[in-house]
């Protein structure tokens, strides 16, 4: 994509027109990545964002388990703490795969 200013007259030769400037779409992350760099040299972009945020839904649900599982006990909802146990026992597996065993040893 190429931008001309529309106030030229289509008559106007090339020589006397300005150049074309080519838009530059700008990408705002790009930018702060460099940015980044500038600050500290061994900057590197998170590559794992993804699984990341995979994480974080699956762990808001594990979080709410454990949050729900007392009111249900309490109240002796037994069929719901059985369904609680069962999403804290699955998100828990599934955490520990995608999550826990991908930390490093600082």
């Given at each position: 994509?190429?931008?001309?200013?529309?106030?030229?007259?289509?008559?106007?030769p090339n020589?006397?027109?300005?150049?074309?400037?080519?838009?530059?779409?700008?990408?705002?992350?790009?930018?702060?990545?460099?940015?980044?760099?500038?600050?500290?040299?061994?900057?590197?972009?998170?590559?794992?964002?993804?699984?990341?945020?995979?994480?974080?839904?699956?762990?808001?649900?594990?979080?709410?388990?454990?949050?729900?599982?007392?009111?249900?006990?309490?109240?002796?909802?037994?069929?719901?703490?059985?369904?609680?146990?069962?999403?804290?026992?699955?998100?828990?597996?599934?955490?520990?795969?995608?999550?826990?065993?991908?930390?490093?040893?600082?």
């Amino acid at each position: 994509m190429v931008l001309i200013d529309p106030a030229l007259p289509a008559t106007t030769p090339n020589a006397e027109r300005p150049q074309q400037v080519p838009a530059v779409r700008a990408n705002p992350h790009a930018a702060l990545s460099r940015l980044a760099v500038l600050r500290d040299p061994d900057f590197q972009p998170n590559r794992d964002f993804a699984i990341d945020a995979f994480n974080v839904l699956i762990g808001i649900a594990w979080q709410t388990s454990f949050v729900a599982l007392p009111i249900y006990v309490v109240i002796r909802q037994w069929h719901q703490v059985m369904i609680c146990l069962a999403i804290i026992a699955v998100t828990s597996a599934i955490l520990k795969r995608t999550w826990y065993d991908r930390l490093q040893v600082a």
